[in-house]
C-alpha cells in the first residue's frame, strides 16, 4: 500500500489552472501536518506549500496564486494552482509531516511525484 498518491497532474496553459490531489492511507493523516514540494530538471526540490495545526503556509513564488487545502474526513490533500506560469512546471509531490534538516527536506512520506507542465 502506497502511503500517498498523487493525482491531477498534466498539461496546463499559462494562465489556466489545475488542482493537484494527493489520498493519503496506512497512517493517521490527522495527526500531521502535510506538505506540497516540486522540483523542475536540475533544480533542488523546493516547498510549495506546508499545512500545519496554524494553516497553510506558501513559499514566494506561488504566493497569492496557489491554494492548499485538506480534507482530514477524506484523508486528502489539495493543491489547487491558479494563474499558471511556464515557470511552475515541475514535478509535484506530496509529503507527510515534512521538515528541514540542514539544507535537505525530509518527510515521513513522500508520494511518488505528478507532473505538471505549463506552456506559454
Known amino acids: 500500500q502506497v502511503p500517498l498518491v498523487e493525482s491531477g497532474g498534466g498539461l496546463g496553459q499559462a494562465g489556466g489552472s489545475l488542482r493537484l490531489s494527493c489520498a493519503a492511507s496506512g497512517f493517521t493523516f490527522s495527526n500531521y501536518a502535510m506538505g506540497w514540494f516540486r522540483q523542475a530538471p536540475g533544480k533542488e526540490r523546493e516547498v510549495v506549500s506546508i499545512m500545519g495545526s496554524l494553516g497553510p503556509i506558501y513559499g514566494d513564488s506561488v504566493k497569492g496564486r496557489f491554494t492548499m487545502s485538506r480534507d482530514n474526513a477524506k484523508s486528502t490533500v489539495y493543491l489547487e494552482m491558479n494563474n499558471l506560469k511556464p515557470e511552475d512546471t515541475a514535478v509535484y509531490f506530496c509529503?507527510?509531516?515534512?521538515?528541514?534538516?540542514?539544507?535537505?527536506?525530509?518527510?515521513?512520506?513522500w508520494g511518488q511525484g505528478t507532473q505538471v507542465t505549463v506552456s506559454s
Open positions: 509529503a507527510s509531516n515534512p521538515s528541514k534538516i540542514g539544507s535537505a527536506w525530509r518527510a515521513l512520506y
